[in-house]
């Protein structure tokens, strides 16, 4: 015990001479709140909280009352009890209705947002939602719609529509364990989905609202940009200045994607780094020209003021996603480090930038983009860290192509599992396609898009618009290209839960710490994730949540019940799966047989039937028989089952299902609600009783 005793002092003892290269584990273990409190598998109650708010009490009285060696333990507990609390608070700020059933029939809202659906269709979000035969209390917030009728339609920002639309509460995963619609639709407070094929009918457009004009100059702004840039050109352009991406078609986006450039399209801290840079260098080398300013001012802070300024308004103009207001957050934060006569890329600000974005929206933490953000800037910071120690040795010619391979690698190396872990693909030439687009964009493409905007009220922007036109051109060409070349993509399987926090740690442990043993662990963390990653093993029989589709795992990959429908969960089914193959060709592979809605397989001694159309019920009761695994997306109509029987009414109670080999023999059945738990936002029951709406 005294040996015991005398381990944990030295272990306190270290800690309390580290305390001052602390602070970038700050958001690291106020992170570890966040995710405590989204894994958890029940909506926490209010014990829960009262119990974390005491224990945050008492970790502050010790952080300030303690002796010295319990001031970074108590400091670290408190920071993953706010983080908890923080993310529980959120949740309840943002708590709104959320459609309690299909509905079809009228909707009438106001135009905030325009965006392409996944199926590569215009579509509009809309707020002031009325629906008939839904109380206004019960009425959803936000509702989005995807337009699929051939009328033609051009929307307008803050336009007043009215639309017949099939609308539903935003969906569940499509497998147990998948990617949850539902959580990122509560945090944007988006209570509905759905689609129409019927006209819009345009109503009278009401006077500015909240917000409103900001969309309006934007979608404005777009338009122009696009009219005078043909084609894709002209809608990347629009969607890097502006942030409206309606006019990117799919193809584009798929090249972007399968390239490794899909970050260019998104404003990000790309964007938002090489607008606020190319001011303040602007700024600041402009005020050098003339001395008699540069001599009285201090020039740098006043080339920061600018650039924050810009950013601000590139904030303002983009719209408010969560993208843009992470990197603006990053952007200030370092901005405000000049301002301060402080380091202004430096873990400490990239630590400050975090915790900022996670107090603000703490469901980032689970987001893409959030990891890929400030995983890609830490690598960068650590990476330059150790160029500046070796740069001298380079040819000073040289030393620009090497910093910038230096950086592409850094950053790609970094994000890659993270790229693979949520979109299921590694871009194979993402290096080479990001070495030849992103100098274009920011020594052409981005330069010229400010400068075309400081020349337009002039009447001068056409030169500038030219080049930022060409240099698009450039990008979507790279992108094309190298997304054409054999092997560009390469699918990978949807790892485990667990191994993207290990991958992270192990990363964290590497980059910010010194003594061996902590770096040791963070080898081990990386090699247990990335042999965990290998090990991944998919379900042998997935079923879709209204029971449309079905799918069987084969030796030649998984088999679909269907060649059609149901197209997005077959997708993600097989994205995850790290399968390459398209619906058709899934369906090809022959597992399946039998005639249109009556579908049948083998699994084992079990025989699988896929039932769909009105005439399921019907035909359910003749296959039906001991033996049989039954799925139709119709409601079972006779007495107690002899098949195991999954109609539409109970998968309505469980969500999507996936059976696997079980470890005692026979299969074992997961499914998503339960693996999602009964959270605010996929518990409909929950939601009434917490919420009262």
């Given at each position: 015990?005294?040996?015991l ?29 966040i995710?405590a409190f989204?894994?958890?598998?029940q909506?926490?109650?209010?014990g ?8 945050l ?7 300030f009352?303690g ?5 970074l ?17 959120r949740?309840?700020?943002?708590a ?18 325009i965006?392409?659906?996944f199926s590569d269709?215009?579509?509009l979000t ?11 209390a ?6 989005r719609?995807a ?16 639309v017949i ?8 995963p ?12 509560w945090?944007e407070?988006l ?5 129409t094929?019927?006209?819009?009918e345009s ?7 909240p917000?409103?004009?900001a ?19 002209g ?8 942030g409206?991406r ?15 450039l899909?970050?260019l399209i998104?404003?990000s801290?790309l964007?938002?780094?090489l607008?606020?840079g ?6 600041r080398?402009g005020l ?12 740098k802070?006043?080339?920061?003021i600018a650039?924050l300024?810009a ?5 303002v103009?983009?719209g ?11 952007a ?5 480090a ?12 990239v ?17 893409p ?7 890609a800037?830490?690598?960068l ?18 030393r620009?192509?090497a ?6 690698l850094?950053?790609?190396t970094?994000?890659?599992?993270i790229a693979a ?15 030849a ?22 009447g001068?922007?056409?030169p ?12 979507l060409?790279?992108a ?5 070349l054999?092997g ?15 991958l ?13 043993w902590?770096?040791?662990l963070?080898?081990l ?7 965990g990653?290998t090990?991944a093993?998919?379900?042998l ?5 209204e ?5 069987l ?5 998984r ?26 060709a899934?369906?090809?592979?022959g597992a399946?047989a ?11 001694a ?13 035909r359910?009761?003749d ?28 998968l ?5 299902l996936?059976?696997?080999p079980a470890?005692?023999?026979g ?7 339960a ?19």
């Amino acid at each position: 015990m005294a040996a015991l005793t005398r381990a944990l002092g030295a272990v306190l003892d270290d800690l309390a001479a580290a305390r001052g290269a602390a602070m970038p584990w700050a958001p690291v273990l106020f992170s570890v709140g966040i995710a405590a409190f989204f894994l958890a598998r029940q909506e926490p109650g209010q014990g829960a909280f009262l119990q974390a708010g005491a224990g945050l009490a008492a970790a502050m009285a010790l952080r300030f009352r303690g002796g010295e060696r319990w001031q970074l333990p108590a400091m670290g507990a408190a920071l993953i009890l706010a983080g908890f609390l923080v993310a529980g608070l959120r949740t309840q700020i943002v708590a709104g209705p959320v459609l309690a059933d299909r509905y079809y029939g009228p909707v009438t809202g106001r135009i905030v947002d325009i965006d392409r659906s996944f199926s590569d269709q215009l579509r509009l979000t809309l707020d002031g939602v009325a629906l008939d035969i839904v109380a206004p209390a019960r009425t959803p917030r936000l509702v989005r719609v995807a337009l699929h009728g051939d009328a033609p339609f051009v929307p307008e920002p803050g336009q007043r529509v009215r639309v017949i639309a099939h609308l539903s509460p935003p969906d569940g995963p499509v497998e147990p364990g998948g990617f949850d619609f539902q959580r990122i639709a509560w945090f944007e407070g988006l209570g509905a989905v759905g689609y129409t094929r019927k006209p819009v009918e345009s109503l009278a457009l009401p006077g500015d609202g909240p917000g409103l004009w900001a969309f309006r100059v934007r979608m404005a702004l777009s338009r122009l940009m696009q009219e005078r840039m043909e084609g894709q050109a002209g809608a990347f352009a629009a969607a890097l200045m502006t942030g409206d991406r309606s006019g990117v078609t799919r193809d584009t986006n798929d090249a972007l994607r399968n390239s490794n450039l899909s970050h260019l399209i998104s404003i990000s801290g790309l964007h938002m780094g090489l607008l606020s840079g190319f001011v303040f260098a602007l700024c600041r080398y402009g005020l050098a020209l003339a001395p008699p300013v540069a001599l009285r001012l201090n020039t740098k802070k006043v080339a920061a003021i600018a650039a924050l300024l810009a950013a601000t308004f590139y904030l303002v103009l983009a719209g408010p996603s969560v993208a843009t207001r992470r990197a603006y957050v990053m952007a200030a934060v370092m901005l405000t480090a000049v301002l301060l006569d402080r380091r202004a890329i430096s873990l400490r600000s990239v630590a400050i930038a975090a915790m900022i974005v996670l107090l603000i929206e703490p469901e980032s933490l689970v987001e893409p983009g959030f990891q890929m953000s400030f995983g890609a800037t830490v690598a960068l910071i650590v990476a330059f860290g150790q160029w500046t120690r070796v740069s001298g040795r380079v040819p000073a010619v040289l030393r620009p192509v090497a910093a910038l391979c230096l950086s592409s690698l850094a950053a790609g190396t970094a994000t890659l599992p993270i790229a693979a872990a949520h979109f299921n693909r590694i871009a194979e030439y993402g290096l080479v396609a990001n070495l030849a687009a992103v100098p274009v964009m920011g020594m052409a493409v981005m330069p010229a898009g400010v400068i075309a905007a400081l020349l337009a009220p002039l009447g001068l922007a056409a030169p500038a618009l030219w080049v930022m036109e060409e240099g698009c051109r450039f990008i979507l060409l790279v992108a094309k290209l190298v997304a054409g070349l054999d092997g560009a993509v390469v699918p990978v399987p949807a790892p485990a839960g667990w191994i993207l926090p290990s991958l992270g740690l192990g990363a964290l442990l590497l980059a910010l710490t010194r003594p061996p043993w902590l770096r040791g662990l963070g080898v081990l963390a990386l090699a247990g994730g990335l042999v965990g990653w290998t090990l991944a093993d998919r379900p042998l029989l997935l079923i879709a949540d209204e029971g449309t589709l079905v799918g069987l795992m084969t030796p030649s990959g998984r088999a679909l019940s269907k060649a059609k429908g149901a197209g997005f969960v077959a997708s993600s089914w097989l994205e995850d799966d790290g399968d390459a193959a398209d619906q058709q060709a899934a369906h090809d592979r022959g597992a399946f047989a039998g005639p249109r809605g009556q579908a049948t397989a083998r699994l084992g001694a079990l025989t699988i039937w896929h039932l769909t159309g009105k005439t399921a019920p019907q035909r359910a009761g003749d296959v039906c028989v001991p033996g049989a695994i039954v799925v139709m997306d119709g409601y079972w109509r006779g007495g107690p089952p002899a098949c195991r029987l999954f109609d539409a009414r109970a998968l309505a109670r469980t969500g999507a299902l996936a059976l696997s080999p079980a470890p005692g023999g026979g299969l074992a059945l997961r499914s998503a609600r339960a693996s999602g738990g009964h959270r605010l936002w996929n518990d409909r029951t929950l939601r009434a009783f917490r919420l009262g709406n």
